[in-house]
Structure formats: structure tokens, C-alpha cells
């Protein structure tokens, strides 16, 4: 499949999928968590956090980060995306009111809590596998 139609592809699997696992790296070994991730038409991904947290201490220390996303679980040829990016912690009140939803309140005080932050990774390559015989195809960004 040509990049244009491997992008299309893509964009439909994370606007469908909106949980997957980011895993970060402490002490040269790979520490993974289930987030909930926002994206735009550029392939960013976001996803909420406190700035008190492991993840975002690690992240501090080493931006690479891997994300895995769609798998449904159905069996071995379910489509999925992996991900490896940089992330970088975001504080900024446009980014936070962009992200935020009621759901939140559950971990924040608002939008406007100094704790809410938004982890944005920007992904060096991401590979969509398991759909047909043609994958891993991979879009380099």
C-alpha cells in the first residue's frame, strides 16, 4: 500500500481506538502502563497525567517512549499500531483545555490544577500490522 493510503489507514485505527499501553524506560528497562490517548491530523498523540508520576519523572530523564494501540483482543489477526516516539510534558492551558473532560475530575481538581499535565508524542515511526498479508507496513515520520 503507497504512504497515503497507510496514513488513511492509520488515522481510522487511532480515531477507533482511544486506549492502548505507553511504555517508558527507567534504569534501561521498559516500564508500560494502559493511557488514554488523544490525537490530531498530524499523528501526535496525547494523553493526560500528573506531573507527579512515575511516567512523568522517567520521561524527564529519557523522552523515548512506545506505544502500543487497537489490538481488540478477537485473536491473532486483530490490527494494531506500534508507535515509537519522543514525548515531552505539556503544561500549557491550551493544550489542557483541548484535552480535558469531566472523566478527569476523578484524578484532577479542573483543568486548571497544577498537577494536569498532557504528555505529547511525536512519533518517529509508527507500524500497522496485521492486516493482510502486506504487513508490518510502516510510515516513517
Known amino acids: 500500500m503507497n504512504q497515503e493510503e497507510l ?7 487511532m480515531d477507533q481506538h482511544k486506549v492502548g499501553t505507553l ?8 516500564h508500560t502502563r ?5 490525537n490530531d491530523e498530524n499523528f501526535t498523540f496525547f494523553t493526560p497525567t500528573s506531573k507527579e508520576t512515575h511516567k512523568a519523572e522517567e520521561i524527564e530523564e529519557n523522552p523515548h517512549v512506545h506505544i502500543l494501540l487497537g489490538y481488540e483482543g478477537e485473536g491473532y489477526g486483530d490490527t494494531y499500531l506500534e508507535v515509537q516516539g ?11 483545555e483541548w484535552i480535558w473532560n469531566d472523566q478527569m475530575s476523578r484524578w484532577f481538581d479542573g483543568k486548571d490544577d497544577p498537577d494536569f499535565v498532557v504528555l505529547e508524542i511525536l512519533p518517529e515511526t ?3 500490522m496485521n492486516k493482510g498479508s502486506q504487513t508490518p507496513e510502516t510510515l516513517e515520520l
Open 7 to 13: 496514513k488513511q489507514k492509520i488515522y481510522t485505527l
Open 23 to 30: 511504555a517508558t524506560v527507567k534504569d534501561s528497562k521498559p
Open 34 to 38: 494502559y493511557m488514554t490517548f488523544f
Open 86 to 96: 519522543q514525548a515531552k510534558i505539556r503544561g500549557d492551558q491550551e493544550i489542557k
Open 126 to 128: 509508527i507500524r500497522y
